[in-house]
């Protein structure tokens, strides 16, 4: 039995508005519990990193889909752009988190922006991030052609980036965001070897 | 709003209940868990506590994990009885000391203190303990000691954090003997007239109200008084971010954020910052000790 096969065809039933549904759920779920105190004593902090950890899973996801589809043969293709959006969603909310809950300072803010290295790059990730969900609908897939795959190689960049803000805002050299890093590495290696042995081919 | 709370005397250090009821001063360490809660009386205005629960939900204490609610979930496995702590380096009565032997004779008086950590959240906690100084008069500190350098229990098998490299365990902090002698510098036994949770330092740990509360090494096992200022455990992980003084300074940010204000935790979900005070509101008392001192310098 080709297992690949069976997941494809069995991801395929599956409407794209339920990973949707599934995917928007921990936002309005995790709030909840932030105002009635099922979050903790600190429930902005915990909000803000539980937000930032769910965008950096589904960024993971997202980059994972494509290698899954070449390497795995099993086609989730039809629900990139919705993991992708959601991790855009997520990415999102964490910054609204920061900015409204945690920091509420246009000041704070300015400094955190430029003296803060850790922060600086989790927004220069966030600001890659703008443009693909910009144009994340067919319409702008049709109107760019060609272009468009060239600038949703701004996820290469975005990603990474996220990681590095996870690693850098950590106390010491903590396993949980080195693994996202090198997963995250690991999945974009694998394009490059999937380039490579593609040119082989040719 | 800083400055209705700068001016502090040592009437809200201990609350003035305190003075008036000495049935609230529990003599030795058997008798912590008298009712001290029920009698206390309501907190100076601007430091009242934070909940049991906050308090013992919400730590840092890798020994268990990084995750705030680890210690929480997982300090239950640490052994606290017996409980014994080394005394040793120059002082007079070297040796190992059982933990009633330790605070036998110390009178173990409540103290509600702010509570800053380096990660710019704070708490109001009610402490119960005796001043460090009391203890380090009777083993007798000799003349050639400038520091006190302090040890947290390391032993794996009940501190499934310890497995982590993260720290070059056992965790170690230090104080300058002066610190040391301070009378705002506590030795906790208990918190809310209860026993010292696992989670908070179990059975009796540091507190130095003006110092970010990484320095106020929990679960202590080791006390020595040496010539040179001894290694602690952030300054040797990361030099530039975690000075050996650690006093909170709203001047002096953290090389990753801001100083300058920080968050009482248990305020919900729309909790505002509020300023740090320097030496988080302890300076008229401390801010001596440090005269002349580049605090930009030695952070």
């Known amino acids: 039995m080709d297992l690949a096969a069976e997941v494809t065809r069995r991801a395929r039933r599956v409407p794209v508005w339920v990973i949707y549904v599934l995917g928007l759920a921990p936002m309005g779920w995790l709030f909840w519990l932030g105002l009635t105190g099922g979050l903790g004593p600190e429930p902005i902090k915990a909000l803000e990193h539980r937000y930032g950890l769910i965008a950096l899973q589904l960024l993971v996801a997202g980059l994972a889909i494509t290698p899954l589809c070449r390497i795995a043969r099993v086609n989730l293709m039809r629900f990139r752009r919705a993991v992708g959006l959601l991790a855009f969603a997520y990415v999102t909310a964490h910054l609204l988190v920061w900015l409204l809950l945690d920091l509420r300072s246009l000041s704070l803010i300015w400094q955190d922006l430029v003296k803060r290295p850790y922060v600086t790059i989790g927004m220069a990730g966030f600001a890659c991030l703008v443009p693909l969900a910009l144009t994340s609908n067919d319409r702008s897939v049709r109107a760019l052609g060609p272009r468009w795959r060239r600038l949703h190689r701004l996820t290469y960049v975005a990603v990474p980036l996220g990681a590095v803000h996870f690693v850098m805002l950590v106390k010491g050299w903590q396993w949980e965001p080195l693994a996202y890093l090198a997963a995250i590495l690991g999945l974009l290696a694998l394009r490059l070897r999937l380039v490579r042995s593609a040119f082989q081919q040719a | ?9 040592w009437a809200d250090v201990t609350p003035e209940t305190h003075f008036l009821n000495r049935r609230q001063i529990l003599a030795g360490a058997g008798a912590v868990s008298l009712g001290a809660i029920a009698g206390r009386g309501r907190a100076t205005e601007g430091l009242e506590p934070n909940s049991f629960e906050d308090i013992t939900s919400y730590n840092n204490f890798y020994e268990f994990g990084t995750g705030k609610e680890d210690p929480a979930r997982y300090a239950h496995e640490m052994t606290t009885a017996p409980w014994s702590v080394t005394i040793d380096g120059m002082v007079d009565k070297p040796g190992s000391y059982d933990l009633a032997a330790l605070t036998d004779g110390m009178t ?16 109001v906690i009610p402490w119960n303990g005796f001043e460090l100084r009391g203890l380090l008069d009777r083993v007798g500190v000799q003349p050639g000691a400038k520091y006190v350098a302090f040890e947290t229990l390391y032993r794996p098998d009940e501190m499934r954090g310890t497995r982590s490299r993260i720290i070059d365990w056992p965790y170690r902090e230090g104080l300058r003997l002066d610190e040391a002698m ?12 209860k026993p010292m949770p696992n989670q908070n330092g179990a059975p009796i740990r540091l507190v130095v109200p003006w110092k970010y509360g990484f320095k106020s090494i929990k679960s202590i096992v080791r006390i020595s008084l040496v010539a040179e200022q001894p290694e602690t455990s952030w300054n040797m992980i990361a030099p530039n971010e975690y000075g050996f003084y650690s006093n909170v300074n709203p001047a002096v940010d953290h090389p990753r954020w801001s100083q300058a204000t920080e968050r009482r935790v248990g305020g919900g979900l729309f909790a505002a910052r509020q300023d740090t005070l320097m030496f988080n509101g302890y300076e008229d008392e401390v801010a001596g000790l440090y005269e002349g001192m580049d605090l930009k310098r030695f952070y």
């Open chain 2, 1 to 9: 709003m800083a400055k209705k709370t700068r001016n502090l005397t």
């Open chain 2, 182 to 193: 301070h009378p705002l510098t506590i030795l906790a036994t208990g918190l809310y007239g």
């Open chain 2, 108 to 123: 173990i008086e409540e103290r509600i203190y702010r509570f800053r950590c380096v990660e710019a959240w704070s708490m």
